[in-house]
């Protein structure tokens, strides 16, 4: 159960949450589904890969590589600040060059708010741990929620689907003891409000 704890951990890795919400926003929702072409869909995955997946990967591998951190995994509450501020950089970084483009505003309402998920728990990481990993899964739930109001649609295999790999993040996390049940469920709460929020309320900077 542990190893199946730990592939389900890096499977669902917080630094992929960006991509999949989006991801799944193109290929859902009816709205943005003919919004902008291949290419188009194209360049904005690259842009959110790079900006959430592999530079703050690589920054995280360098913190490791000088001692920054101890784990790739940051067990030690203290130890987040820095991979997390860096990482919020980039995100903030992959989102000025999106809003270069004259995109969706749900689109950025989503990216967004994964900024703002960020942002929220290096905050409270500053006094308390909180899953970073419940944070992201439950965003994505939260963003796709968002979608099925303001467009006015729903995809009941989609949200079932989604409910099931959240229930298995948070459960990998609590089977590993990266965290108490507190951690996890304040990370699903904060994930799902935040970006659900943004999306709905279709917020833009």
Known sequence: MRKIAVITSAILHPLM????AVFIAFKFDWYLAG???????NVIYLIIAMSTIAFPGINILLLKWYGVISSLSMPIRKERSAPFVS????????????RKGSLPIPLYGIYLGCCLVLFLVILINLRWKISIHAA??????????GLFQI?????????TILIVIAGLTLSSRLLLS???PAQVYAGALLGFATTYTTVVKEWVI
């Open 17 to 20: 949450m960006p991509l999949l």
């Open 35 to 41: 919004r902008l072409v291949s290419e188009q869909e």
């Open 87 to 98: 990482t919020l950089f980039f995100f903030g970084l992959g989102y000025y060059l999106l």
């Open 136 to 145: 992201g899964i439950a965003g994505v739930v939260g963003s796709t929620l």
């Open 151 to 159: 467009h006015d649609f729903s995809n009941l295999w989609l949200i």
């Open 178 to 180: 990266a965290h108490t």
